[in-house]
C-alpha cells in the first residue's frame, strides 16, 4: 500500500511539474510528430513526405520520413485492477496483455502499471518480456477506480526519449477515487510525445477524459460492449500504431520557447489524419 501511494504522489509531482520539465528543449532540433491517416476508415499506406503538409504555428515546415523500423516502440499499459475487474474481466484482461507482448519485437520495451484506488508501477520500461508476463500474473482486483490518476502515472513513464511511445489505458468503469484534476492531467498530455489510446467498457457515462486525453496526443478511445474480444482489441491499436507515418522536421520560423500549435494535412485527398496538437519548446 505504501509504495502503490508513493507511486501516485510520484505522479502528482511530474504532472504538477509539467511546465517545468518539457519534452521538447530549445537545444532539440528536430520535432518528430505520429501520424495516423485513414480513408473512409481506412488506413492510407504508401505516402512519402512529399503528401504531407506540415504548420507549426501556422508556419509551412519541410519535413522528412522517419523509417518505423528503425524506431523500437515503447509500450505502456494502464490497467484498471479495481474489484469491478474480477472473475472473466480479470481472465480476459490478462490474456490481453499477454497476448500484446507475443507481438513484441526484441527491441521494443514495455511498462506495466496498474490502478485501482492507488497507483502501482508493477513494471518500468524494459526489453524482458518475462518479468512483465511475471508482473501481470501478479494482478489482483480490489478497491476503487483511480482512472486520472494512473493515467497521469502512466504519460510520465513516457518520458524517455528513445522510441515511440504508445500508451494503452484500460478502464471498465468510471473515476471514483483520483485525487488529481483531469485539466492538470490533460496539460501534462500536451506536453508528452505519446500516441494514447484508450479502451472503455460502452456504459451511460461517456468515457470524456479518454476522449480528450486521445484527442490530445493523436489517438482515440475505443468503447467496448464486453471484454470477450479485449485480445484483438489491444492487437488491433499496437497494429494501427505501427502503421502510422513518423514525420520529423527541424523547426524554421517559430518562436524557440512556448506551446506551439500543430497542424498536419495530407495534400490532394480528403483524408482524415490523426496527430497530436502541439508541443513545448524551449524551458
Keep these: ?17 509539467g511546465a517545468q520539465q518539457p519534452t521538447f528543449s530549445s537545444r532539440v532540433d528536430a520535432v518528430r510528430v505520429d501520424v495516423l491517416v485513414k480513408d473512409r476508415g481506412q488506413i492510407v499506406r504508401g505516402l512519402g513526405p512529399q503528401d504531407f503538409e506540415v504548420r507549426d504555428e ?38 490481453a496483455g499477454s497476448t500484446l507482448l507475443d507481438r513484441l519485437s526484441g527491441e521494443d520495451r514495455v511498462a506495466l502499471l496498474t490502478f485501482s484506488h492507488a497507483v502501482r508501477l508493477r513494471q518500468e520500461l524494459t526489453r524482458d518480456i518475462t518479468r512483465v508476463r511475471q508482473a501481470l500474473d501478479e494482478v489482483i482486483p480490489a478497491g476503487q477506480t483511480s482512472l486520472i490518476d494512473g493515467a497521469s502515472a502512466a504519460i510520465a513513464l513516457s518520458g524517455s526519449d528513445v522510441g515511440r511511445s504508445l500508451l494503452i489505458v484500460f478502464s471498465d468503469g468510471v473515476d471514483t477515487s483520483s485525487f488529481l484534476s483531469p485539466a492538470v492531467v490533460l496539460q501534462s498530455a500536451r506536453r508528452a510525445d505519446v500516441v494514447a489510446y484508450g479502451v472503455a467498457m460502452r456504459s451511460r457515462v461517456s468515457p470524456t477524459f479518454l476522449k480528450e486525453l486521445g484527442s490530445l496526443t493523436g489517438g482515440s478511445v475505443i468503447e467496448i460492449e464486453s471484454t470477450n474480444d479485449l485480445s484483438q482489441t489491444f492487437l488491433g491499436i499496437l497494429d494501427e500504431f505501427r502503421q502510422r507515418y513518423l514525420l520529423s522536421y527541424s523547426p524554421r520560423g517559430v518562436p524557440t520557447t512556448g506551446w506551439h500549435r500543430l497542424d498536419v494535412r495530407v495534400k490532394g485527398r480528403r483524408a482524415t489524419v490523426s496527430a497530436r496538437a502541439g508541443y513545448q519548446a524551449g524551458r
Aim: glycine share 8%; no cysteine; proline share 2%.
Design 1 to 17: 500500500m505504501k509504495a502503490a501511494l508513493a507511486v501516485a504522489i510520484s505522479a502528482a509531482a511530474v504532472v504538477t511539474g
Design 58 to 95: 501556422g508556419v509551412l515546415q519541410e519535413v522528412d520520413l522517419v523509417r518505423l523500423e528503425q524506431v523500437p516502440i515503447n509500450v505502456i499499459l494502464g490497467l484498471d485492477v479495481s474489484e469491478s475487474v474480477n472473475g472473466e474481466r480479470l481472465k480476459h484482461l490478462l490474456s
